[in-house]
């Protein structure tokens, strides 16, 4: 594959991977915060304590799943479209658990678009 072919879906994957890393370190935050404070059971009660660990769960995977999803985009443009659109849904979904501070999960809305409209050209590469 040439260079120029490779740089025409670089901008789309960079942005779904800076969401996907957004969005799992804002889980992880959420983790730590459910695994360090064991007082958070006494806080929320104990039915919203089991909301809060699937949430958890719900970003973590979301943020794996848009990583890989992104990384799959730079190494195989030819199912760009395929995984802009994974890329959607799980963006869309994070928004139930923390979103990666709400830009993490804006940027994977923008990012799965540009995916699924095939990306844009960097500097005119053709």
Excluded: N
């Excluded at 007082?39 to 799943?65: C, E, N, Y």
């Excluded at 994070?94 to 979103?99: H, P």
């Amino acid at each position: 594959m040439s260079i120029s072919r490779s740089l025409e879906y670089r901008f789309a994957s960079e942005i779904s991977l800076i969401a996907g890393c957004l969005i799992f370190i804002a889980s992880l935050f959420s983790f730590r915060h459910l695994t360090f404070f064991p007082d958070v059971r006494w806080m929320v009660g104990p039915q919203l304590m089991g909301h809060l660990f699937i949430m958890t769960v719900l970003g973590l995977a979301s943020g794996i799943i848009i990583i890989v999803s992104a990384v799959l985009m730079y190494e195989q443009p030819q199912h760009i479209r395929k995984l802009g659109v994974l890329i959607w849904i799980f963006s869309g979904l994070s928004f139930f658990g923390s979103a990666g501070f709400i830009i993490g999960g804006v940027l994977g809305v923008i990012g799965g678009f540009l995916a699924v409209t095939k990306g844009i050209t960097f500097f005119g590469s053709k």
